[in-house]
């Protein structure tokens, strides 16, 4: 046991857009974070983690940065941002912000300076060619644009508006290094590393292979190089600091995850997506049915493997976790699965963060057309599909903005998110899911959570206990035992529809469950139970 901050603490990730809008723009800012510091207090988290809050246009809400060094208009100033960290430590809760350094917004200095056609110190800040090679983006056809004024090719994973920054030049680093000690010194506690294991390409940039444009991981995530980068980041801004570093790493995999986390020497622990991705056909605009078995295995295998775990059921960039992997036919099904979902997950081993929303039981969004549509991911998938019907439907489906809708506060106008018509649509069901109801409704989601919060973060056997997997091979139930020397839980939660029959062992304690009166012999759909024993 080490007793880092981040071990004995939920975080709570914060979309500042959406979260609260303190001055009737219809965006939310950070005066909003600030005036719900009590309701951070009440749910008992210990940190927040904000999505980028730093100047930018906008292309993808932020993830392109236009100076690091400024706050977003929209969100406030940098008096709003000290008076934020201020209260946010006086209450005891820690801030962890976004750091986006694969790439920046074309609209940053430094690309306006690379962009020139004329040699200067950022000429190699970014990756340019002659030609390009075959790769595609994750979110347009190609990962390359050509830029008129220098008469080359820049790369860019993402959107056109977010080139990528050349690693291998040691004044990019050195500039990223800089800029984030200077934010520790302005009192931020950890960052959320926007793809941090892409931050490295393949010497050569050779072509992916098959024909036209090609997503080509394999020459850009996980490249020896990033751990190079990361020890180096690590030796420069964090040894000596309490500061927490979790990696955004899509694609990692349970072979090559450990080497970011297990000796120490890189990140603290890192986001990979084997579960929220579990239900992803031949993407994620294509959905498999929920398979227990498979939830199962990877669930376990990564609490085996890491040393230390990030547990989330959701985030900005998914779809909500009820409605991934839980029911919303019934409001009935909809508030016990939240709940045992929830129970299934944040009871591991790991840091648990709790999506915005997610503690209310927030469901995906009814979007009535295109126009209700925002997220760029979204929009060009749009344009570049041949069936426009299918289409649409699909991004109702599986859309970022799923989870990018207001905050719901209350039954007041516009959720109580804010007095001017929000910058995206609220979902309907904020009559019914909002954080003043749910506070009333002794059964709600939110009073559940509550209590989820609390059993993890007061519980050593939940924080630091060893996981064993119950049950194996049942069809229903998935159930773990944590146990930290004469301390042993366990969680039993069905995951079906249907009531089971079947037996557990005596148990000492209830500690936690969704239903009125537990049975003994049997489990209601979606019910849960943490018992000591
Ligand atoms: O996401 C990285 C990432 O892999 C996502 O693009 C993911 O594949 C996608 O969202 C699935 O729908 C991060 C940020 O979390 C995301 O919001 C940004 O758009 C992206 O980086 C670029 O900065
Ligand atoms: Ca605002």
């Keep these: 046991m080490s007793n880092k901050w981040w071990e004995n603490r939920i975080v709570y990730q914060i979309y500042p857009r959406s979260f609260a809008d303190s001055n009737s723009d219809g965006i939310g800012d950070l005066r909003g974070i600030i005036s719900k510091i009590d309701y951070l207090k009440e ?30 208009k929209e969100f406030g100033t940098m008096e709003d941002f000290d008076e934020m960290v201020k209260l946010l430590h006086k209450n005891n809760i820690k801030l962890v912000m976004d750091l986006v350094v694969n790439h920046t917004s074309d609209e940053n200095y430094w690309f306006k ?96 292979k098959g024909d036209g444009n090609v997503f080509s991981p394999e ?37 090559n995850a450990p080497t970011l986390v ?40 990564w609490e085996h493997d890491m040393k230390w775990n990030s547990l989330f059921l959701s985030n900005h960039d998914q779809i909500r976790a009820v409605s991934r992997f839980g029911n919303t036919s019934t409001d009935e099904f909809r508030i016990r699965s939240a709940k045992m979902i929830g129970t299934a997950v944040h009871l591991l081993k790991g840091t648990s963060y709790i999506y915005q929303g997610e503690e209310l039981g927030m469901a995906n969004v009814p979007f009535p057309n295109m126009e209700a549509i925002r997220d760029i991911e979204s929009r060009n998938y749009y344009k570049n ?67 989820l919060i609390s059993l993890k973060t007061k519980n050593e056997v939940i924080i630091y206990g060893d996981f064993k997997l119950l049950m194996e091979t049942n069809k229903s139930i998935f159930a773990y035992e944590r146990t930290l020397g004469d301390k042993t839980i366990r969680v039993f939660c069905n995951m079906t529809n249907k009531p089971v029959k079947i037996k557990i062992e005596p ?6 469950t969704n239903v009125d009166k537990p049975k003994i012999a049997r489990f209601e759909a979606y019910e849960s139970r943490v018992v000591s024993v």
């Design 43 to 72: 749910l008992g988290v210990g940190a927040v983690w904000l999505n980028p809050i730093y100047d930018s246009p906008n292309d993808d809400n932020g993830y392109d940065i236009r100076d690091y060094g400024k706050i977003m």
């Design 113 to 208: 300076m690379s962009s020139l056609n004329m040699k200067n110190r950022y000429t190699d800040f970014y990756i340019w060619r002659d030609k390009p090679n075959n790769w595609a983006s994750f979110f347009v056809p190609s990962a390359w644009t050509y830029s008129e004024t220098r008469k080359q090719w820049y790369l860019h994973l993402f959107s056109a508006k977010q080139p990528d920054l050349n690693w291998k030049n040691v004044d990019v680093r050195n500039e990223i290094y800089a800029m984030i000690n200077r934010w520790l010194d302005n009192g931020v506690d950890g960052f959320r590393m926007d793809v941090i294991n892409c931050i490295a390409k393949a010497d050569g940039l050779p072509d992916g």
């Design 385 to 451: 599909a041949d069936d426009k019907d299918l289409a649409f439907k699909t991004i109702v489906k599986n859309s970022r903005d799923n989870a990018r809708t207001p905050m719901q506060w209350s039954v007041d106008r516009n959720a109580g998110f804010s007095q001017a018509e929000p910058w995206i649509m609220v979902n309907p069901d904020y009559k019914k899911y909002n954080v003043e109801a749910e506070r009333q409704e002794k059964d709600s989601v939110l009073n559940y959570y509550k209590k």
């Design 219 to 255: 020459y850009f995530v996980m490249q020896p190089k990033m751990h190079d980068y990361l020890r180096e980041m690590r030796q420069t801004c964090f040894v000596g600091r309490d500061c927490m570093c979790v990696g955004e790493t899509p694609m990692t995999t349970k072979e």
């Design 507 to 512: 148990y000492k304690e209830l500690l936690l």
């Design 262 to 301: 297990n000796d120490g020497q890189e990140l603290d622990m890192i986001f990979q997506f084997d579960l929220v991705e579990m239900r992803d056909g031949i993407d994620k605009w294509h959905n498999i049915p929920f398979d227990l078995n498979k939830f199962r295995t990877i669930l376990s295998t």
